[in-house]
């Protein structure tokens, strides 16, 4: 088949293109079955691929559509508690009367939130869309949705039955990954589990196509070794935090833990001292 080849430049000539055209369906002719065959295949598999990927965008945005719907009604229901929270103290800050004691009276007036009276029922809409879309991305964020709802309502155990099928099932590095796994964390430190959500972020930390939470993470390291007593290594992340990301929220949050540690720090060695002292005497 080499000797049909001619060149970019023979090209240019219409004739010369003929030729070649010529000489190439020639040289097919005997092969022209097998390769044949081989374009029926691959035609197939184009157009199999193509329905399949329309296919799925189709699910995937009948998913994201009911994701919303829910999202809506969760949403709508908390803009409504707090515009009749707001109008319970108006009159209070309209006339500068609004006092701390007489605000919190008044906003005792309006029943909270609670899951099982307001949220019970969109939080099984949610279960169905993650249940009827379970292969799409939006039933990932319909996990982390629900999960967030179930930590607003200390609903712990839920929320980490719901965040580990969301970890498993979420490729690393992406966002879903990462927020996944930050809230795992979040519930496990709430559980009194401080080791697992110290394992759960550190993950995070090891990945760095998740570089945009490190600061977030590195800060929430440093407060969980904190509250268990490690604090060379909790001052070790602060300080991390300050150089790398100085600029940001966590940053700055970081720079008032290391301030505090500073300040409890000295007292501790005195307070030692007395009661060595004491001790001694």
Not at 5 to 21: N, Q, V
Not at 37 to 46: F, Q
Not at 106 to 128: G, H, I, M, Y
């Amino acid at each position: 088949m080499a000797k049909n080849k001619i060149s970019k430049e023979e090209l240019k000539s219409p004739d010369a293109f003929l030729s070649f055209a010529d000489k190439v369906g020639q040289g097919l002719s005997e092969y022209w079955k097998p390769i044949a065959g081989g374009i029926g295949i691959l035609l197939l598999g184009g157009i199999g691929y193509t329905a399949f990927t329309a296919m799925n965008r189709a699910q995937e945005q009948t998913a994201s559509e009911a994701l919303f719907k829910v999202e809506q009604k969760i949403s709508n229901i908390k803009t409504e508690h707090a515009k009749k929270q707001q109008e319970s103290v108006k009159d209070l800050i309209d006339n500068s009367k609004g006092t701390q004691k007489k605000t919190d009276a008044r906003l005792k007036e309006v029943p909270e939130l609670s899951f099982d009276k307001d949220f019970a029922s969109l939080a099984k809409e949610v279960e169905q869309v993650i249940t009827e879309h379970k292969s799409t991305q939006s039933a990932q964020r319909a996990r982390i949705r629900l999960a967030r709802l179930y930590i607003d309502y200390e609903k712990l155990d839920m929320a980490e039955a719901i965040l580990k099928p969301a970890i498993a099932q979420s490729k690393k590095g992406t966002s879903l990954y990462g927020l996944s796994r930050t809230l795992l964390a979040s519930v496990l430190s709430y559980k009194g589990q401080t080791g697992e959500a110290i394992e759960a972020l550190s993950q995070i930390l090891d990945d760095q196509s998740l570089s945009y939470l490190h600061s977030e993470v590195l800060l929430k390291l440093g407060i969980l070794n904190k509250e268990t007593g490690n604090t060379p290594r909790a001052e070790e992340l602060f300080r991390r935090v300050t150089m790398e990301f100085g600029e940001t929220e966590a940053g700055k949050t970081a720079k008032n833990f290391l301030k505090m540690i500073r300040f409890i720090a000295p007292k501790s060695k005195t307070t030692e001292g007395s009661n060595a002292s004491a001790i001694d005497l």
